[in-house]
């Protein structure tokens, strides 16, 4: 039956195949023996022959094949997601326990080779981090990665409640210092889906990587066909590392302010409104802002709640961002903030209520950052608008254009850089952020010390328009308006079909282009 979907994986197989053998019959008396058997009124004896069904081995081939089909198509770009609770409509739960028990001992499997591939020698103790959002499939999927990460013979370290930016963190912050770890969240989509998104100290993991992961995991899942172990060999170590982060960007707003008069507390007599929209980003409002002396009262939707209530988790969600500039208006507060449920992604509300998010958003971060390093790159997907060029031009800076996808739009600035393009921000019009000096991570927290930092300088500065005042000259475009187009398809054949789609479409495009010069030729134009 025909369904819709938008996967983005390639459902290429090289695996082994696995048959399942029917059970034998009941044993026969020992005077009917199957071979050999003599009877007395035959002068011959009778060999019977067990004959193998070839169609039944054809049909758990299918089986198989279709059931390693349902964990490769888990793969979404470099990251894993799928339907992990009942309840969507025209979904069924593809992202069980056991699928994600398999997928954790692959990834930790690939670390483990990765790291003596590295070392040129074995090595021991590889120690992985697990955090997740608050999304009611948490607990029991959590179990899972444990159960898989032990099995391929890692440490487990359980961060609990986590951001994505966190994760990563964890792999360079001292003492932790992890040599993994992965995140489990599905960003802003319905508390039914979950996902993982996989570190190293290296960064993100690229999508040909998660492709290898998933497909090792396929076959596991095949050969396996169990239930998933419900007591890990090695049980997890609980850490608290959220605090060592929260005092990470604690520490960078103190010494990038450097405030004459209260260097502990930068930001006091600020009023900073948070919608963390009841995923992880609470942490931001009472272990960083408040700690550092800013007035969060009104803010919104701290508490993690794993259904998400109030509205979707997204900065660029429409209740989101209405809820924020009303509370930032009623408080008369200098600054709103909202983050996406993994906090790798946020929109800001200036003091005039202006939402902040999109191509504003690129061009706020484009005026800090140039400030900082004139003349540098900035990339943007290419969906962004040609005011947000001119903006980054007039400004000295250049735009660089690239492909859709934040994983795209940062590798690309981590290739120019090694090419030697100085290039400091990577940004899609989702709220997806890279900096640089921040080892080319979408952090959305980051993001707003950034833009905190740049609004106490200004106060020190004698400025009173607040943040909103540095993109006053950005021209809106006349129109804008993202389209989403399903892929009506079995699952298994949804790519091919996509990509059939776009081919014929620019066959469209170049046969329409070639048909208007030949119209202006005839013309005389």
Not at 197 to 221: M, Q, W, Y
Not at 236 to 261: C, G, Q, W
Not at 296 to 312: K, Q, Y
């Amino acid at each position: 039956m025909a369904s819709t979907t938008t996967p983005s994986i390639s459902l290429q197989s090289n695996s082994s195949r696995t048959s399942f053998l029917s059970s034998p019959g009941p044993k026969c008396p020992k005077p009917f023996q199957i071979t050999g058997l003599k009877l007395p009124f035959l002068s011959h004896s009778i060999k019977f022959t067990h004959v193998k069904s070839s169609v039944t081995d054809k049909y758990n081939e299918v089986v198989v094949d279709e059931e390693m089909d349902r964990i490769r198509r888990l793969q979404n770009g470099s990251d894993v997601r799928g339907v992990a609770l009942e309840g969507e409509k025209g979904r069924t739960v593809d992202l069980t326990p056991s699928a994600v028990e398999a997928i954790a001992e692959s990834f930790g499997e690939w670390v483990i080779r990765s790291l003596e591939n590295e070392r040129g020698r074995p090595v021991e103790d590889v120690k992985v981090s697990l955090g997740k959002d608050p999304r009611v499939s948490g607990p029991s999927l959590s179990v899972a990665v444990f159960a898989g990460l032990a099995r391929a013979g890692c440490l487990v370290f359980d961060m609990g409640l986590a951001t994505t930016p966190a994760c990563f963190m964890s792999t360079l912050l001292p003492p932790f210092a992890y040599d993994a770890s992965i995140m489990m969240t599905a960003s802003h989509l319905p508390y039914t889906r979950n996902g993982l998104k996989f570190f190293t100290k290296k960064g993100g993991l690229t999508s040909p990587v998660v492709e290898e992961i998933c497909g090792e995991a396929a076959r596991k899942f095949a050969n396996r066909l169990t239930k998933v172990s419900t007591v890990p060999r090695n049980p997890p170590t609980r850490v608290d590392f959220m605090s060592a982060y929260a005092k990470h960007l604690r520490d960078i707003i103190k010494e990038r302010v450097n405030h004459p008069l209260h260097y502990e507390t930068p930001i006091k007599g600020f009023q900073i409104i948070v919608n963390a929209g009841n995923g992880s980003g609470g942490f931001f409002t009472w272990d960083v802002l408040d700690k550092l002396g800013a007035d969060t009262f009104g803010s919104l939707h701290l508490n993690p709640d794993g259904m998400f209530p109030n509205h979707i988790p997204n900065p660029g969600d429409k209740t989101a961002m209405a809820l924020t500039r009303a509370a930032v208006l009623e408080n008369n507060a200098d600054l709103g903030v909202v983050f996406d449920t993994d906090v790798d992604r946020s929109g800001v509300v200036d003091n005039k209520g202006n939402p902040i998010n999109g191509d504003k958003l690129i061009a706020l971060m484009s005026a800090i950052v140039l400030k900082e390093h004139p003349g540098t790159t900035i990339v943007t997907d290419a969906r962004t608008s040609m005011p947000l060029t001119k903006f980054i031009t007039d400004r000295g800076g250049n735009h660089c254009l690239y492909r859709v996808g934040y994983r795209n739009v940062i590798d690309k600035g981590v290739h120019l850089n090694e090419d030697g393009i100085e290039t400091h921000l990577m940004m899609e019009t989702s709220g997806h952020g890279a900096l640089k000096e921040n080892y080319f991570l979408d952090d959305g927290a980051y993001l707003v010390v950034k833009i905190i930092i740049q609004m106490v300088r200004m106060k020190l500065e004698g400025s009173d328009e607040g943040i909103g005042s540095l993109i006053k000259d950005l021209e809106e475009p006349l129109e804008s308006i993202e389209l989403r187009m399903n892929i009506i398809s079995e699952p298994r054949y949804a790519k091919a079909k996509g990509s059939e789609a776009i081919e014929e479409f620019r066959k469209y495009i170049e046969a329409t282009r070639m048909g208007i010069r030949f119209l202006r030729r005839l013309l005389g134009e």
